[in-house]
């Protein structure tokens, strides 16, 4: 499949995160535009601010970033490229992740490190509030109440205004659901890799969106035949597939396919066009 030019994010369908911010389930995840490692700047900052100048005209409006992304990278380059902000571009970033090296994240949960994040992300994104704030995991060191309690305060001071989880179980979320409506949780979820079934299904009970991260789910030698099968029988590619699955597997899967490059871009949300057959599901099930 040829990559598109028009509004292809459109065909992906809409979801509406915490009844007042409805999005097109095919997202952009910004991880990628920082250096090796999610560390320091891109090695072509122009294409970088290309590729999230294309999410508009391909009809994204909905960009997942954090800022652990460089760190600081991926969201100076976000309002770079595209503040002033269209009115239906929905950001979510994240806190909660420390930075000590490439490829390095240690969690910080405590109140004084979310504070500085949020704090940070705001003046970083040049917002007044933001759209969707994820904790980027939940801390062991940390009592929960403290950064749970946080981030209910931050949203009542208006510095936030629906609040998502990542990495969680579902007790997490109902135990976040304590202080907080949980509009989003994002974890690793692919055909490949389907552990967090219950939480996606719990998710789909309580119109929580559920964003995946690293869609294409590597190591599942089985399920990667699968996908090259599909993506045969389409003229596709294997990410293309794995991406078209996705939004079939679920009416509240948000995705968030992230690249640093335009043709990269184009040809993951063409995916969105992509009509799975019975014959590709007989290869791809459906999670139950």
Known sequence: MQPQTEKTALASGTITLGGDLTVNRMGYGAMRITGDGIWGPPRDHDEAIRVLKRCLDLGINFIDTADSYGPYVSEELIAEALHPYADDLVIGTKGALLRTGPNQWPIDGSRKHLEEALNGSLKRLKLEQIDLYQLHRFDDKVPSEEYLGFLKE???????????????????????????????????????????????????????????????????????????????????????????????????????????SVKHLEENTAAAQIKLTDEDFNDMPLPL
Not at 165 to 172: A, I, P
Request: glycine content about 8%; some cysteine; hydrophobic content about 40%.
């Open 154 to 260: 931050a949203q009542q001071q208006g510095k936030i205004k629906h609040i998502g989880l990542s990495e969680v179980t579902v007790e997490q979320i109902k135990e976040a659901q304590q202080y907080f409506e949980v509009v989003s949780v994002q974890n690793m979820y692919s055909f490949g890799q389907q552990k967090w079934n219950s939480t996606l299904k719990y998710c789909e009970e309580n119109n929580i969106a559920f964003i995946p991260w690293y869609p294409l789910g590597g190591g599942n030698l089985g399920a990667e035949a699968a996908v090259k099968r599909v993506a045969e029988r389409h003229g596709a590619t294997e990410y293309q597939i794995a991406l078209a699955w996705l939004l079939a597997a679920s009416p509240v899967m948000l995705l968030i396919p992230g690249t640093s």
